[in-house]
């Protein structure tokens, strides 16, 4: 009779030091999180940057006498240098454009032309657009006042996209210099990351996992990111050498279309529209043409060499990540997005199928069963 109240007495402290050790756990977790959430994009980034590029690490090794830390500063330092100047480039042609627009506006000679007859005649939208346009031909400072609220809101969100731009960078040349910190201890970092999936997911699945996240990462960050970076400096130099207003600006553009997985001649067709008819056609503005064009669908022979390495990732799965990212995190989230949402993808997808043969093999006779049974039901 006496056993019952201890059992419970016992069963009682047991389950208060089990609360406290999750309360307390769960306090450390917060505290921590909280210390490390200004650091988390720098420590994405870099992660992400250190995954990327270290195929090439593991290729430079040997020739370097198989130290890795001069192999990895070797690496970096080439980093810095391809991407600064193009970074350089594109910012002084951004400046330029911003500097060139705000002439045009100041001095008064922006002229907008008057629109042709035949734009009222447009079904549904031509005698509102025939209007504005006549307006902001005959009257653009009336128009300006009468949008100064909306101009105002677009001036201060294209401020602050440019400022996060110029934020965004300066995380990225740190996370750069981390990245080869972690690539120079890459062995124990993978170690590491082996060991946190075995944990979490079985010694049996722990390798699968960190393979899987380590493809999902460089192909989506190669196939996706590189790729819109290598767009945006072929059709930028196009624009730059040809003169084109506020060529960095679209140089700008077409990265950012490049990432949300739209085609890049969403950019270029306008481009060489404005050159053929202000400029006529030539030499220079046919050889133009055909670069820009073709640089424009560079991404359909870069993207089966660089995505398609064992993982298929789907495009709405990169877009949202790209869009839902930027909203979240800014200009960063823009490229940190279509990585994380890809990897969770993959890994969701794995879970989903990663059940005992026997089982699912069981399910898919009961569907193909079930399936002619309904189909006779309903004939």
């Known amino acids: 009779m006496l056993r019952t109240p201890v059992v419970h007495r016992t069963l009682s402290r047991e389950l208060l030091d089990v609360l406290i050790r999750a309360g307390l756990i769960t306090v450390l977790v917060v505290f921590c999180f909280r210390i490390v959430v200004p650091f988390l994009d720098l420590i994405v980034w870099a992660l992400i940057l250190a995954i990327t590029l270290y195929p090439l690490q593991l290729l430079l090794r040997k020739p370097l006498g198989n130290r890795d830390g001069l192999t990895a500063t070797l690496i970096i330092l080439v980093a810095f240098g391809v991407i600064l100047v193009p970074t350089y480039l594109l910012g002084v042609a951004i400046v330029d454009s911003i500097e060139h627009a705000m002439t045009l506006v100041r001095s008064g000679s922006f002229r907008i032309p008057p629109p042709a007859e ?104 190669q196939g996706v990111v590189g790729i819109a970076f290598i767009q945006m400096l072929l059709i930028g130099g196009g624009f730059v050498v040809m003169g084109i207003p506020a060529a960095g600006l679209l140089a700008l553009a077409v990265l950012l279309v490049g990432i949300m997985q739209l085609p890049a001649t969403l950019i270029t067709l306008p481009v060489i529209a404005f050159v053929m008819l202000t400029r006529g056609v030539g030499a220079a503005t046919i050889a133009f043409s055909a670069y820009v064009f073709v640089a424009g669908l560079a991404d359909n022979v870069l ?45 969701f997808w794995r879970w989903v199928r990663d059940q005992p043969q026997a089982e699912r093999t069981d399910r898919l006779e009961q569907a193909e069963v079930t399936e002619p049974i309904s189909v006779q039901k309903h004939s």
Do not use: H, N
């Open 118 to 221: 035949s734009v009222a005649g447009w079904p549904l939208i031509g005698q509102r657009v025939f209007d504005f346009w006549q307006q902001a031909a005959t009257d653009l400072t009336g128009l300006a006042q009468r949008f100064s609220p909306q101009l105002k809101q677009a001036g201060l969100a294209l401020l602050g996209t440019v400022t996060g731009l110029g934020a965004g960078l300066l995380v990225f040349f740190v996370a750069l210099i981390v990245a080869g910190i972690l690539m120079a201890y890459g062995e124990s970092g993978y170690r590491s990351a082996l060991e946190i999936a075995s944990r979490i997911s079985g010694p049996e699945r722990g390798v699968q996992i960190t393979d899987l996240c380590t493809a999902t990462i460089r192909a989506v960050a």
């Open 303 to 347: 993207k089966p060499l660089l995505l398609g390495r064992g993982v298929a990732v789907p495009m709405p799965v990169v877009l949202i990540g790209a869009l839902g990212g930027m909203v979240t995190g800014g200009v960063i989230g823009l490229f940190i997005g279509p990585v994380l949402l890809a990897v969770g993808y993959e890994l």
